[in-house]
């Protein structure tokens, strides 16, 4: 992948390619360049759903599914979709999972009871149009989390973990898996809009009750929403 970020469909297909590269070891680097918190940060995402046993809750960019397991043992029916074929034949779930393209998700219009989505919000094309695809896909009062990386407010916090996200990550994804791939992680951040643009966008794609919380001390955030009423 380039060292500049790429856009438009130049994006879609770097990801794509970028993902099946490193899916045969993704797991184990998020395992290794997180410490394990990352385990805890979906459990989070997942308990915050609030919703009854047996709900329908797709998993947005769903990778190797750590989130549908996760879904699953909450009491939940998770369904996967991604683009990258790499990621789904690596993925260690027994839900069922399509390759397919979030922005035109392939689920009927208020089929779903929810919607979550694990580091992924860098990675797509436009963000508006993942949100009203979600608006679309989730019936009214039904609920999303979605989890991403976030910036430490705290100023010391925020410097070690520019030093480790920045420099450190880089160098475990090389050691591990592909370095160019760790290499474009820290740098992806700078797709994200600010908080502020990020909760806007998606009180105006049809959600209320537009949450942000940040965990282990900033470095990651949870958003959560509910689908407005009709």
């Given at each position: 992948?380039?060292t500049?970020?790429?856009?438009?469909?130049?994006?879609?297909r770097?990801?794509?390619d970028?993902?099946?590269?490193?899916a045969?070891?993704?797991?184990l680097?998020?395992?290794?360049?997180?410490?394990?918190?990352?385990r805890?940060?979906r459990?989070a995402?997942?308990?915050s759903?609030a919703?009854?046993?047996?709900?329908?809750?797709l998993?947005?960019a769903c990778?190797?599914?750590?989130?549908c397991?996760?879904?699953?043992?909450a009491?939940?029916?998770?369904v996967g979709i991604?683009?990258?074929r790499?990621?789904?034949?690596?993925?260690?779930?027994s839900?069922?999972?399509?390759?397919?393209?979030?922005?035109?998700?392939?689920?009927?219009?208020?089929?779903?009871?929810?919607?979550?989505?694990?580091?992924?919000?860098?990675?797509?094309v436009?963000?508006?149009?993942?949100?009203?695809?979600?608006?679309?896909?989730v019936?009214?009062?039904g609920?999303?989390?979605l989890?991403?990386?976030?910036?430490?407010?705290?100023?010391?916090v925020?410097a070690?973990h520019?030093?480790?996200?920045?420099?450190?990550?880089p160098?475990?994804?090389?050691?591990?898996?592909?370095?160019?791939a760790?290499?474009?992680?820290p740098?992806?951040?700078?797709?994200?809009?600010?908080?502020?643009?990020?909760?806007?966008s998606?009180?105006?794609?049809?959600?209320d009750?537009?949450?942000?919380?940040?965990?282990?001390?900033?470095?990651?955030q949870?958003?959560t929403?509910t689908?407005r009423?009709l």
């Amino acid at each position: 992948m380039a060292t500049t970020l790429p856009q438009g469909t130049d994006k879609v297909r770097a990801v794509r390619d970028m993902f099946d590269t490193i899916a045969p070891r993704y797991d184990l680097v998020n395992r290794v360049m997180t410490f394990g918190l990352d385990r805890g940060w979906r459990r989070a995402a997942v308990r915050s759903l609030a919703l009854d046993a047996g709900a329908g809750v797709l998993d947005v960019a769903c990778g190797t599914g750590d989130l549908c397991r996760e879904l699953s043992a909450a009491g939940y029916r998770p369904v996967g979709i991604d683009s990258s074929r790499g990621m789904l034949a690596h993925a260690r779930t027994s839900a069922p999972l399509v390759q397919g393209d979030a922005l035109r998700l392939p689920v009927p219009t208020g089929r779903l009871d929810g919607a979550v989505s694990g580091f992924a919000l860098r990675n797509f094309v436009a963000l508006d149009g993942l949100f009203a695809e979600l608006a679309r896909a989730v019936r009214p009062d039904g609920r999303i989390a979605l989890l991403d990386v976030a910036t430490p407010r705290r100023a010391l916090v925020r410097a070690g973990h520019a030093v480790y996200f920045g420099h450190v990550v880089p160098r475990i994804g090389a050691a591990l898996s592909d370095g160019e791939a760790y290499r474009y992680l820290p740098k992806s951040v700078a797709y994200l809009p600010s908080p502020g643009d990020l909760l806007g966008s998606l009180s105006g794609a049809g959600f209320d009750s537009v949450e942000r919380r940040l965990l282990s001390g900033g470095i990651t955030q949870l958003i959560t929403a509910t689908r407005r009423p009709l």
